[in-house]
Antibody
Framework: EVQLVESGGGLVQPGGSLRLSCAAS????????MDWVRQTPGKGLEWISY????????HYADSVKGRFTVSRDNAKNSLYLQMNNLRAEDTAVYYC??????????WGEGTMVIVSS | QSALTQPRSVSGSPGQSVTISCTGT?????????VSWYQHHPGKAPKLMIY???ERPSGIPDRFSGSKSGNTASLTISGLQAEDETDYYC???????????FGGGTKLTVL
């Protein structure tokens, strides 16, 4: 079964850090570009980062550039998102997504991040 | 405010057809044939329904179809079923700087 499972979410104070992980199974992880997409409470979806299968190309949305870092370990079939200097507006459900054919093909069920004092 | 504009809600009776619009600009929807649509039951993983404007992934019924004209893309669901009731989001590639933009989502109600 094709599956993505996110972990690492939780409650963090403004200015704090959190590292999200995503475990992939059921498909050849290294051949997929991967993204992080978030959904803020009561609002829509927002793309925030992209990484190619070989990690040779990485991109971020302006809203997280300089604060978030995406990485992957193909040997462990895992994707990561290091989030620093968190703000209240980063409160969201974060989805790990497998990207192919210019579409978000495979989604996890998400992990909730709450930034609050 | 989302980059792409969708109606907040649409509704239809079982067996009927509904169309959800997604309006962008000449920098996203109008520029690329990389519009996709996602079905999202709250608390579950979003599901790809349409990609590349009108292509259906394996396993998606042909009741779901997509199209585009100018800066507006559309998702049409024919033969509405109760299980279609949920949220739908459109998404478009927007170039190498912005990358991806989403719509604000449309809640489909099956009456």
């Amino acid at each position: 079964e094709v599956q993505l499972v996110e972990s690492g979410g939780g409650l963090v104070q403004p200015g704090g850090s959190l590292r999200l992980s995503c475990a992939a199974s059921g498909f050849t992880f290294s051949t997929y570009s991967m993204d992080w997409v978030r959904q803020t409470p009561g609002k829509g979806l927002e793309w925030i980062s992209y990484i190619t299968g070989s990690s040779n190309s990485i991109h971020y949305a302006d809203s997280v550039k300089g604060r978030f870092t995406v990485s992957r370990d193909n040997a462990k079939n895992s994707l990561y998102l290091q989030m620093n200097n968190l703000r209240a507006e980063d409160t969201a459900v974060y989805y790990c997504v497998g990207d192919a054919s210019y579409a978000f093909q495979i989604w996890g069920e998400g992990t909730m991040v709450i930034v609050s004092s | 405010q989302s980059a792409l504009t969708q109606p907040r809600s649409v509704s239809g009776s079982p067996g009927q057809s509904v169309t959800i619009s997604c309006t962008g600009t000449s920098s996203d929807v109008g520029a690329y044939d990389y519009v996709s649509w996602y079905q999202h039951h709250p608390g579950k993983a979003p599901k790809l329904m349409i990609y590349a404007v009108s292509e259906r992934p394996s396993g998606i019924p042909d009741r779901f179809s997509g199209s585009k004209s100018g800066n507006t893309a559309s998702l049409t669901i024919s033969g509405l079923q109760a299980e279609d009731e949920t949220d739908y989001y459109c998404c478009s590639y927007a170039g190498t700087y912005t990358h991806w933009v989403f719509g604000g989502g449309t809640k489909l109600t099956v009456l």
